[in-house]
């Protein structure tokens, strides 16, 4: 079957950096999306990896390791507004089908 | 203004009535998909659409039911037949369809069924 890690909560500190771990067992893997997902809101594309490496947009990053079935996503100069929901979804069984994990609260504490 | 519509946010029905949830979008993409997400549990798809008059299956299907009769529009009937229906539906759309294509979301309906 598909499955998907990663934590359930995390807090952190305005201004300081977090990273968000995300580990797959999945068959057919084609890529990672990292979404958020603000209480009650629709989840916002943040980003998307498909081979081994680090992306970077902005204040957010992601990273990907398909030998190891491991991603993160990386927020820096944290904001009050960055406390949400981040969803790591996996593309499975070899077409645009994702399988998403349950989603990390993150928490940004003054 | 380009993007997903779904209405209404919030939605309340009786037990044992069939409900249709409504998803627009006028961003001309090829596929559409519908999924549920419950508390503490990831997003789960219930059907995917990737051209008109053609859909299938996704991981929760028992109990919904979707027509895909104009590219922009992709509704969803939660029936009787589904146990638990009380939810926060999302609908999303990508270009094609195909395997990298990023998926974009609406904003939701959050159904309860009293």
């Known amino acids: 079957g598909q499955n998907i890690d990663q934590p359930t909560e995390m807090t952190a500190t305005e201004g300081a950096i977090v990273q968000i771990n995300c580990t797959y067992q999945?068959?057919?893997?084609?890529?990672l999306f990292w979404y958020q997902q603000h209480a009650g809101e629709a989840p916002t594309f943040l980003s998307y990896?498909?081979?081994?490496g680090l992306e970077e947009k902005g204040r957010f990053s992601s990273f990907l390791s398909r030998s190891k079935g491991y991603s993160y996503l990386l927020l820096k100069e944290l904001q009050m507004k960055d406390s949400a929901s981040y969803l790591c979804?996996?593309?499975?069984?070899?077409?645009?089908?994702?399988?998403f994990g349950t989603g990390t609260q993150l928490k940004v504490e003054l | 203004d380009g993007g997903i519509t779904q209405s209404p946010k919030y939605l309340f029905r009786k037990e044992g009535q069939n409900v249709t949830l409504s998803c627009e979008q006028n961003?001309?993409?090829?596929?559409m998909y519908w999924y549920r997400q419950d508390p503490g549990q990831g997003l789960r798809l219930i059907y995917y659409?990737?051209?008109?008059?053609?859909?299938q299956k996704g991981d929760i299907a028992e109990g919904y039911s979707v027509s895909r009769e104009k590219k922009e529009s992709f509704p969803l009937t939660v029936t009787s037949a589904q146990k638990n229906p009380t939810a926060f539906y999302l609908c999303?759309?990508?270009?094609?369809?195909?395997?990298?294509?990023?998926?974009?979301f609406g904003p939701g309906t959050r159904l309860t069924v009293l």
């Open positions: 990896n498909v081979l081994d």
């Open positions: 999945t068959s057919g893997f084609n890529g």
């Open positions: 999303a759309s990508s270009s094609t369809g195909g395997s990298t294509d990023t998926q974009y």
């Open positions: 979804a996996a593309i499975t069984g070899g077409g645009n089908k994702l399988t």
């Open positions: 961003l001309n993409h090829d596929a």
């Open positions: 659409s990737q051209i008109v008059n053609d859909f």
